[in-house]
């Protein structure tokens, strides 16, 4: 039987994602899972200064060593997930298998809670980025949760490429903005006089090895 448009199944549309960084400090941020990657996840979550919840009926060696260097940071509960978990939640992380996943995603949805579900894009309404921080600067990559290994691998690549002195050009560009604001500098006139300091710093680096 040929196969036609009527039978065919629509194709759904593919919208972008909004890339965001959320300010987590103080915030209570749910992690479901015990396993290698929620450890992971708790060591992401280690700097943010987020207030973690960690949920899981068993904890592996790794989870408990990520517990153990954050002393006090870390409330753990060692049973599986109820919804009341997500009471005062700001974000979740499901790192559980994927039909406790697909449990979380329900409940988070019904109280407009995103879920980072990781290696589980069905039950996922954000995902995680392959992340690079050198100097204040922080770099984070997505593939829209289908190559998460390539995010990682680009992640790698850019880490050779981005300046080991990233903080002097973050230096830079801080003194520059309020010189250009009270200037009146418009904003897209901002970036050649940025890279005009940032070569000056360069300048003196050289003058300085002579």
Same mark, same amino acid.
Request: no cysteine; charged share 25%.
């Given at each position: 039987m040929p196969r036609g448009d009527a039978t065919s199944a629509p194709v759904p549309e593919r919208r972008d994602l909004l890339p965001v960084f959320l300010?987590?400090?103080?915030?209570?941020?749910? $992690?479901?899972?015990?396993? +290698? $990657?929620?450890?992971?996840?708790?060591?992401?979550?280690?700097?943010?200064?987020?207030? @973690? $919840?960690?949920?899981? +009926?068993?904890?592996?060696?790794?989870?408990r060593a990520e517990i153990a260097r954050h002393p006090g940071g870390i409330t753990?509960?060692?049973? +599986?997930?109820v919804e009341r978990d997500l009471d005062g939640a700001w974000l979740v992380i499901a790192a559980a298998p994927p039909e406790v996943n697909r449990q979380i995603a329900t409940a988070a949805e019904?109280?407009?809670?995103?879920? @980072?579900?990781?290696?589980? +894009?069905?039950?996922?309404?954000a995902y995680g980025a392959g992340t690079l921080r050198r100097g204040g600067v922080t770099v984070a990559i997505s593939t829209d949760g289908r190559a998460p290994a390539l995010a990682g691998l680009l992640r790698e690549g850019l880490e050779a490429v981005i300046p080991p002195d990233m903080d002097a050009w973050v230096a830079a560009a801080n003194a520059q903005r309020p010189l250009w604001r009270a200037a009146g500098v418009p904003i897209g006139e901002r970036r050649p006089l940025l890279l005009r300091a940032l070569n000056r710093l360069y300048a003196r680096d050289s003058e300085d090895d002579r």
């Open positions: 300010k987590l400090d103080g915030r209570r941020v749910l $992690v479901v899972g015990g396993g +290698p $990657v929620a450890a992971g996840k708790l060591a992401g979550l280690r700097e943010t200064g987020a207030e @973690i $919840v960690l949920v899981a +009926p068993v904890l592996g060696e790794p989870a753990v509960l060692e049973r +599986p997930f019904a109280r407009s809670l995103f879920v @980072i579900a990781v290696d589980d +894009p069905d039950a996922a309404s």
